[in-house]
């Protein structure tokens, strides 16, 4: 993967804010890395790759879901932006030949976690919640401090952010979400 070519493609394909979210996603990626004694490289390949999907419309991340028999289920359905992470990997693998699956597994695991994932995904679904883009909250602040000494209990705490964010706007909630918070939490306490 060349970075300055996924770099133009970003600058095709997704607004300027978005680019600059991604940039602090992947600087954050690469610092959490190092910090846990994991490979920063793939850390920050995954930062910079996470959101490729982030603007396809709705039956482009359907019809791309489908052709690869990614399981789909009502509450996607209903909204196909949860799918912008697995069609993420896919364009990373087919336009960046992007081939490590813990790279993709951590792309397609970005927005609602997955339980048993692997510390690089817990470190890029950190960084994506967390990076100093997300501002200042105390609460927020704390999940920080906490993914510098414990990945497994920082993701818990941005499963909870998250999770009572979408009960206040009385939105769906996805139970992928409840089943990564569960498994996150029990890996804290065993
Ligand atoms: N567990 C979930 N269940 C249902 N919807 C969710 C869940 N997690 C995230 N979402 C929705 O998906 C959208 C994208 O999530 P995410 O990629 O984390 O946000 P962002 O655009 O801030 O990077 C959110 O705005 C939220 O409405």
Not at 127 to 136: I, N, V
Request: hydrophobic fraction near 40%; charge should be positive; glycine fraction near 4%.
């Amino acid at each position: 993967m060349n970075r300055t070519v996924v770099l133009n493609w970003l600058a095709d394909h997704v607004p300027k804010p978005r680019v600059n979210h991604i940039l602090r996603v992947e600087e954050t990626a690469v610092s959490l890395a190092q910090r846990h004694d994991l490979d920063p490289m793939k850390a920050g390949q995954a930062g910079l790759l996470h959101d490729l999907a982030k603007y396809f419309k709705a039956a482009r991340l359907l019809r791309m879901a489908r052709a690869e028999a990614l399981s789909l289920d009502p509450i996607v359905e209903e909204n196909p932006h949860l799918l912008h992470g697995p069609v993420g990997a896919i364009v990373a693998r087919e336009q960046f030949r992007v081939q490590d699956l813990e790279v993709l597994d951590a792309i397609a695991n970005h927005t609602l976690g997955s339980p048993d994932m692997s510390p690089l995904s817990c470190v890029i679904f950190l960084a994506d919640g967390t990076e100093p883009g997300r501002g200042d909250h105390p609460k927020l602040k704390e999940i920080r401090e906490v993914s510098q000494n414990n990945l497994h209990r920082a993701v818990a705490l941005l499963c909870d952010r998250k999770l009572r964010r979408l009960l206040k706007n009385k939105q769906l909630v996805h139970p992928q979400m409840v089943l990564t918070r569960n498994w996150a939490l029990q890996q804290t306490t065993e």
